[in-house]
């Protein structure tokens, strides 16, 4: 009923930018809580950011600084803007949504009734 579809992921030089885009389609209705998560070879998938109208983004310490989470509503879709990447940022990045509430990040990260993208490649080389 609810789909997500990524797109933007590449491969770049280390200090470079990427833009990655997630478009939500289908029944939307209470869908606001929405953010990005990666998975790296090897590790286990962690969040990167978090939105929801009417709270602030949150971000993993990681990235705070240097990405930016934002949503436009006429598009349905949301993004996240990539500068100053590092080798330690390549992972398949994942767009993610589930219903709103509050605690938009801290709900994504449980996993459960999320509705997620198939994943996007994010390559940073040194």
């Known amino acids: 009923q609810v789909q997500l579809v990524e797109s933007g992921g590449g491969s770049v030089q280390a200090g470079g930018s990427l833009r990655l885009s997630c478009a939500v389609s289908g029944n939307t209705y209470r869908r606001n809580c929405m953010g990005w998560f990666r998975q790296a070879p090897g590790k286990e998938r962690e969040g990167v950011a978090a939105i929801e109208r009417g709270f602030r983004p949150t971000y993993a310490d990681s990235v705070k600084g240097r990405f930016a989470i934002s949503q436009d509503d006429a598009k349905n879709t949301f993004y996240l803007q990539m500068n100053s990447l590092k080798p330690e940022d390549t992972a398949v990045y994942y767009c993610?949504?589930?219903?709103?509430?509050?605690?938009?990040?801290?709900?994504?990260?449980?996993?459960?009734?999320?509705?997620w993208g198939q994943g996007t490649q994010v390559t940073v080389s040194s």
């Open positions: 993610a949504a589930r219903s709103g509430g509050g605690n938009c990040y801290t709900r994504l990260k449980t996993y459960d009734n999320n509705f």
